[in-house]
Structures are given as structure tokens and as C-alpha cells.
């Protein structure tokens, strides 16, 4: 049973347009939200990461959206590029684990010239 | 930058092999771990380990062990490889005292067993 659930599978924007990927998660330890950017032939990189003592967190283009209450988080990439091309991972750690991280399924982006 | 470097990023291995997945990290980090990424699964937990000696199992232990006989190296062993083991290993390392305590991953190994 996936601990996070993570959608869409795949995403197709065009230049300039806003992608958003959305993740769910049941499991109210979990206190410690990453999303990783992984490009092909490479392993996955920390991209942004947000704790549940906020709402919003963001960082350039990117931005984190947290809803505590519906234990929802969502990533959106403003004005996306084709160079943001990639599989986005969200996850989430539950507090004293370890570090120990649960994945996502992944989101294929194809941001479209 | 830290760095996590995987021996191998191809491998073709037979049915019933022992194989041997290599990691070494360079920045002292306390944890490791193991993953296997498959379409449509995302990452899934092998193993890890959070001291040297240590090791606990992940979400799918089964048909793998590891060793970590060194703080900075960390083993995956398919003691007899099937072709269900084909996949992308992905390692990775954290350092659960930083404030930012994600993972840094290596670049994978894609493993074939045929």
C-alpha cells in the first residue's frame, strides 16, 4: 500500500504555463515533505522541501502548497521550461524514522516549445 | 557538494548469479539506503542502514541483503538474481542532524537479468 499518492502520471504544458503536481497522504507522523527533480540517467535531487508548520514555501519558480488539514501538498513550477523537463518525486518522512523517506509514484513532465 | 558515487551504472547479470551493488558516499553521512525505481512504482525502500554494523529492512526486503562494513560504503547483494530484480538501484545517504535532512542520491545502477 503506497503511503503517498501522487498524481497525474504524466503532465504535458507548454512554455510559459504553470504544471502542478499533487500528492495525498494518510499517515499524520509524517512531518517533512521533499520534492525531488530527476532527469534522465541521473538519480533524483532535492528540490524544494516544506514542514507542516507552513502553508507555502517558495523558492524561485517553485513552490510548495501544503494543506494540512486535507494532508494534501501540491508543487507548482511557474512560467515552466523545457530545461524543467523531468520526473518529479514527491515524498515524506515521518519524525524520529530514521530519515526513513516514502515516495511517490513519480510525474513525467514534458514542458512542450 | 556531497557525493554519492554507485560502482556500476549498467550491469547484465544470469538468473542466479550473486550480485554485488556498490555505494560510497564521501561526506560522512550517519544513514544510507537502498532503493529500486520501477515505472509507475516510484522508489521503493530495500534496505538501510543507520550506522555502521546496523541495517533494518525496507518495504521489500526479499531476495536481498547488504552489508556496511564502513561508514562511507554501503552494499546491496542479490544472493540469486531473477529476472523480477531487473531494475533501476538507486543509494542514497543523509545526515539526520542537518536541518535539511533529504537524501542525496546516487546516479543509479540499471541492473538486467536475463
Known amino acids: 500500500q503506497q503511503q503517498v499518492k501522487q498524481s497525474p502520471q504524466s503532465l504535458i504544458v507548454q512554455k510559459g504555463g504553470i504544471s502542478i503536481i499533487n500528492c495525498a497522504y494518510e499517515?499524520?507522523?509524517?512531518?517533512?515533505f521533499p520534492w525531488y527533480q530527476q532527469f534522465p540517467g541521473k538519480g533524483p535531487a532535492l528540490l524544494i522541501a516544506i514542514r507542516p508548520d507552513v502553508s507555502e514555501k517558495k523558492e524561485g519558480r517553485f513552490t510548495i502548497s501544503f494543506n494540512k488539514s486535507a494532508k494534501q501538498f501540491s508543487l507548482h513550477i511557474m512560467d515552466s521550461q523545457p530545461g524543467d523537463s523531468a520526473t518529479y518525486f514527491c515524498?515524506?518522512?515521518?519524525?524520529?524514522?530514521?530519515?526513513?523517506?516514502?515516495f511517490g509514484s513519480g510525474t513525467k513532465l514534458n514542458v512542450k516549445p | 557538494d556531497v557525493k554519492v558515487t554507485q560502482s556500476s551504472r549498467y550491469l547484465v547479470k544470469r538468473t542466479g548469479e550473486k550480485v554485488f551493488l556498490e555505494c560510497v558516499q564521501d561526506?560522512?553521512?550517519?544513514?544510507m539506503f537502498w532503493y529500486r525505481q520501477d515505472p509507475g512504482l516510484g522508489l521503493r525502500l530495500i534496505y538501510f542502514?543507520?550506522?555502521?554494523?546496523?541495517?533494518e529492512k525496507g518495504d521489500i526486503p526479499e531476495g536481498y541483503s547488504v552489508s556496511r562494513e564502513k561508514k562511507e560504503r554501503f552494499s546491496l547483494i542479490l544472493e540469486s538474481a531473477s529476472t523480477n530484480q531487473t531494475s533501476m538501484y538507486l543509494c542514497?545517504?543523509?545526515?539526520?542532524?542537518?536541518?535539511?535532512?533529504?537524501?542525496?542520491f546516487g546516479s543509479g545502477t540499471r541492473l538486467t537479468v536475463v
Open positions: 542502514s543507520y550506522d555502521v554494523k546496523m541495517k
Open positions: 561526506m560522512d553521512h550517519e544513514n
Open positions: 542514497a545517504s543523509s545526515s539526520p542532524g542537518a536541518a535539511n535532512y533529504g537524501y542525496t
Open positions: 499517515n499524520t507522523a509524517f512531518d517533512y
Open positions: 515524498a515524506a518522512s515521518p519524525r524520529g524514522n530514521f530519515n526513513k523517506f516514502y
